[in-house]
């Protein structure tokens, strides 16, 4: 049953919009905050760039197939379905605000330690996820706002803009890249340091709900949705997923993949990654409410956490029942070529 109950970081997420509904941070205070705020993501994405091993990153280059599998899914298949749900479920059945936030969620990069350790559990090809889970990470700086501006665009909710795409450059690819300029030197001290810098990790998406639920709670956004409102978006994540699991499943099977790559498409290709979401939401939608557009998002994390951990283990039951049986018949042929 543990599978089945949050996290403790999604414990901390749901105290963290208890605590900015109760009490939000507000005028000057609000201000300096947010200074602090950006000051926290800069350092989250400059440590995701010294952690990521440029081995790592050469090694992946060469399953490419696999990759641009995983890519694809991540960047084109997601969106192409929410735009799809968008048609069959109507305005006055999920709100716009939260239709809004279901597009951001479609067009965001998956995650990269929980696609990694569920990977590893199941059995997939784990070097593979860590290449195809940083590749995402990476191209999602550039693809996330440019596909943010066309969907939003073609939804006549406003375009593209360059400025939003430079801020993003700015306050999240630049702090990355000199990660990795640092990695040869600072890489493996920072690898091995992964407990005691866990809470900047964390903390930095702490402070952006904050910040964010803060800024929607003063503009009334818990009079704005209702608790029907929530679980249409509860609902509505998790036909989205169940979904793209059976479309990276099955189709990883039809494109002739092995077993441990199809484990590793089905985890990294059925994920979005609340670390980078929430930055960049902070990021692309600033000077705009970001509570209602993170909320789905901030759903979809704990839902798929779940239904993957589920799914992780079916993997490694099948592996291990695979082994047993392989490992029955060689013992059968053994007697067999003894007996001759």
């Not at 749900?85 to 936030?101: A, D, E, F, R």
């Not at 590893?120 to 784990?126: D, L, P, Q, R, T």
């Not at 949705?225 to 699991?245: E, G, R």
Request: charged letters at 10%; hydrophobic letters at 55%; a positive charge.
């Amino acid at each position: 049953m543990r599978r089945f109950l949050p996290d403790t970081f999604t414990m901390l997420l749901v105290l963290t919009v208890l605590t900015a509904s109760l009490f939000p941070v507000q005028g000057a205070s609000a201000h300096y905050f947010g200074i602090a705020t950006n000051f926290a993501i800069g350092l989250l994405f400059f440590l995701h760039g010294a952690r990521l091993s440029r081995d790592v990153v050469i090694a992946g280059i060469l399953h490419w197939r696999l990759h641009l599998v995983i890519l694809l899914t991540t960047f084109g298949i997601f969106p192409l379905l929410v735009l799809a749900m968008g048609h069959v479920v109507p305005n006055s059945i999920l709100p716009v605000s939260l239709y809004t936030g279901m597009l951001f969620l479609s067009v965001l990069p998956s995650t990269v330690q929980s696609s990694i350790a569920f990977t590893s559990i199941a059995g997939g090809n784990v070097s593979a996820a860590i290449c195809a889970a940083s590749a995402s990470n990476i191209f999602g700086m550039f693809l996330t706002p440019l596909l943010v501006g066309i969907l939003f665009s073609v939804g006549g909710q406003g375009g593209f803009s360059w400025d939003v795409l430079w801020q993003i450059m700015l306050q999240l690819l630049a702090p990355f890249i000199a990660g990795q300029v640092l990695q040869p030197w600072i890489g493996d001290w920072i690898r091995s340091k992964k407990k005691i810098l866990m809470p900047v990790d964390r903390g930095s998406i702490l402070m952006v709900v904050y910040s964010a639920f803060s800024e929607a709670v003063v503009e009334g956004l818990w009079h704005t949705f209702s608790v029907a409102d929530i679980a249409t978006v509860i609902v509505a994540n998790m036909v989205l997923l169940a979904m793209v699991i059976c479309i990276t499943m099955f189709g990883s099977r039809a494109l002739g993949f092995t077993k441990a790559d199809e484990i590793t498409i089905t985890f990294c290709g059925s994920k979005k990654s609340l670390a980078s979401g929430v930055p960049m939401a902070n990021v692309i939608f600033a000077g705009q409410g970001i509570g209602a557009i993170v909320l789905p998002l901030m759903l979809f994390h704990q839902i798929q956490l779940m239904t993957c951990a589920v799914l992780a283990q079916k993997y490694a039951d099948a592996a291990k029942r695979r082994e047993a049986a392989k490992a029955q018949a060689d013992a059968k042929s053994g007697e067999a070529t003894n007996a001759a």
